[in-house]
């Protein structure tokens, strides 16, 4: 019987580790797209965000299967119940990182593109999405709490952003509809960073048994 649920257990690692790279390719696909100007690229972004959707049922399915026929108790208990948190975390990068392609699309066919802080911006809530997912892989408590205390990292550049936005409006007029643009997609970014934040204190709960709460 042990067996089999550790089999299971496993299996729900795998399927975990694969939404996560599902999420980190969203992200990363929708800013690729606006560092070379290629609506084409876009496209991937929905499919892999349609992937992540169904990735969130198929787990969600797993656990509930892992709850019933096997009742889990202690740390357990806790990877599972962390898992079912996580995935709805996982779920909505998918749908933010969806948000921005479709931002994205208006900017590329617009002849715009982002500056490089947007581009790093990105890069690090792309990199709290990554670290967030390999603390739990490799059950890295200490990972976890540095994805945690980076989320303010992503928020000052979120501050950043907000005031060079001002600036531009400032600056010239016309650019009202480009520069709310811009600051939905820093918004988004600022969310993931918030989503890979509770990712990394589900982790901290499956490991420890207390979660942290930075938001």
Not at 88 to 104: C, F, K, L, Y
Not at 165 to 178: F, M, P, R
Request: proline residues 0%; glycine residues 4%; hydrophobic residues 40%.
């Amino acid at each position: 019987m042990r067996n089999k649920f550790d089999e299971q257990l496993e299996k729900l690692h795998i399927e975990l580790i694969k939404m996560g790279a599902l999420c980190e390719e969203a992200v990363s696909t929708a800013i690729l797209a606006l560092e070379k100007n290629d609506v084409k690229i876009l496209n991937k972004v929905f499919e892999t965000d349609s992937e992540i959707d169904q990735a969130e049922r198929d787990i969600e399915r797993l656990c509930m299967k892992l709850l019933l026929q096997q009742q889990p108790v202690a740390t357990d208990l806790r990877v599972i119940s962390s898992a079912l948190k996580m995935i709805t975390d996982m779920e909505r990068v998918g749908d933010q990182a969806s948000d921005i392609a479709e931002i994205s699309k208006i900017i590329i066919e617009e002849g715009r593109g982002i500056n490089e802080d947007m581009k790093k911006m990105a890069h690090e809530a792309v990199k709290m999405v990554t670290d967030s997912v390999d603390s739990f892989v490799k059950r890295d408590l200490d990972l976890a709490r540095k994805v945690i205390a980076y989320d303010d990292v992503v928020d000052d550049w979120f501050t950043k952003m907000k005031k060079e936005v001002i600036d531009l409006i400032t600056k010239d007029g016309s650019s009202g509809e480009y520069s709310i643009d811009l600051l939905m997609i820093a918004k988004y970014l600022e969310r993931i960073g918030d989503h890979a934040t509770n990712i990394a204190e589900w982790v901290e709960y499956s490991i420890t048994g207390t979660r942290s709460h930075n938001n």
